[in-house]
Each structure stands twice: as structure tokens, then as C-alpha cells.
């Protein structure tokens, strides 16, 4: 890989609720408004050569993939490991829910009813991420979840992470060279040797 274009899906129908969706089971399509978002992105990067497309196992990266390469052939791969985050009983209930609580405990906590502990979600980022650092494609959209894109972008700019971080804005791309995602991918390795949250 010589270049990664980072993209959250679209607006989907339940993200413009606030509510979580840890469950690629459950259905999420985009909204009217994230179907245009995604061909927006798809105009966006139309004099972009695009090798390879990564997405989730989640209904709304792929649908969001599929309006932005409309009419272009180009290869999916799905990563499972840049799946969103397993909230456990926060599942379906507000982010807003979720965002405070993970604020209050620390990053190797787990969620409660079988949810993911941080700690555990960026280490399947970070070995998603290398995945696609070993890609022989040279240019790869990357399009997943909000979480994913934040961390690494966070990284890349030398911060580690923290309990809530900015929402991405949907289907827009963040490019990084082969070595900014190296970069970043190295600094979560680091900070997942002694996770902690920022002061």
C-alpha cells in the first residue's frame, strides 16, 4: 500500500438517531441523505485511481462503498477487525449512553453484557490497519466506521486515544501515506502496552 483513503459510511438510519449498532446482524441502511453523502464521495474521488476497497461487515459501509465506486470495478475486501465496537447492553440505546460511561471506566474495562472494552476494539483496529499496510495495492479506500477513522487520525497527529472523541464527519476521505498510517498505527501499539486514558 502506498496510500489509504480513510471514509466513515454515510448517514445511516440509525446513526442519525444517535443510537449505537455494534451488530452487523442488524439493519442500518443509509438514510436519503446518506445515499447522496455517499455518491458526493463517490464524486469526490472520481479522477482518484482506487485499487482496493475495504469495508466492514456492516450493511452500512458496504452500501456506502457500493454508491461511492458506482459504475467502477473495483475489488472488496472485508475486514471483520474494523467492525464497530460490541456495546454490549448498550446496544441500541443512545451513544450519548455509552460515550458516558466509557468516559467513567477505564479502557480495558469491558461493556457491560458482553460488550467490548476499548483496549480490546483498538487492537482489532490496529491489526485491521496492518492488514491493509501489507496490501500490495497501491491506493485503498477504507471505508468503516467512525471510531476507526477518529483513532487512527487521532494517532496520526500524535494523540493517543481518549474515552470520547470527535464524531467523523460521514463520507468524507482522509488520505494518508503509507508511512502516516505506519505512524499512526505504531503510537496505538505503543499506548496498548500500557492503555490509560489522558488526564
Known amino acids: 500500500m ?53 469495508v466492514s461487515e456492516f450493511g ?41 460511561w466509557a468516559h467513567l471506566h477505564d479502557p480495558q474495562e469491558e461493556a457491560p453484557g458482553g460488550g467490548e472494552s476499548r ?4 487492537r482489532r483496529y490496529v491489526g485491521g490497519y496492518r492488514t491493509i499496510l501489507a496490501r500490495p495495492e497501491r491506493t485503498i479506500l477504507v471505508v468503516v466506521h467512525g471510531l476507526p477513522v477518529r483513532y487512527v487520525l487521532e494517532a496520526a497527529a500524535g494523540r493517543i486515544p481518549a474515552p470520547k472523541v470527535q464524531q467523523v464527519p ?9 508511512d502516516e498510517l505506519t505512524q499512526a498505527v505504531e503510537r496505538l501499539e505503543a499506548w496498548l502496552r500500557e492503555p490509560a486514558w489522558p488526564d
Open 2 to 54: 502506498e496510500r489509504a483513503l480513510l471514509s466513515r459510511h454515510a448517514e445511516s438510519v440509525l446513526s442519525v438517531q444517535g443510537l449505537t449498532n455494534g451488530d452487523p446482524q442488524v439493519a442500518a441502511p443509509l438514510t436519503e441523505l446518506g445515499r447522496e453523502q455517499a455518491r458526493r464521495l463517490g464524486e469526490l474521488l472520481a479522477d482518484t485511481p482506487i485499487d482496493l476497497c475495504v
Open 60 to 100: 452500512r459501509t458496504q452500501e456506502t462503498a457500493d454508491l461511492a465506486l458506482e459504475g467502477r470495478r473495483v475489488p472488496r475486501l472485508v475486514l471483520p477487525q474494523l467492525n464497530d465496537i460490541r456495546f454490549g447492553e448498550f446496544e441500541g440505546r443512545a451513544l450519548a449512553d455509552y460515550r458516558a
Open 119 to 122: 483496549t480490546e476494539t483498538i
Open 170 to 178: 460521514y463520507a468524507e476521505p482522509y488520505p494518508l501515506t503509507a
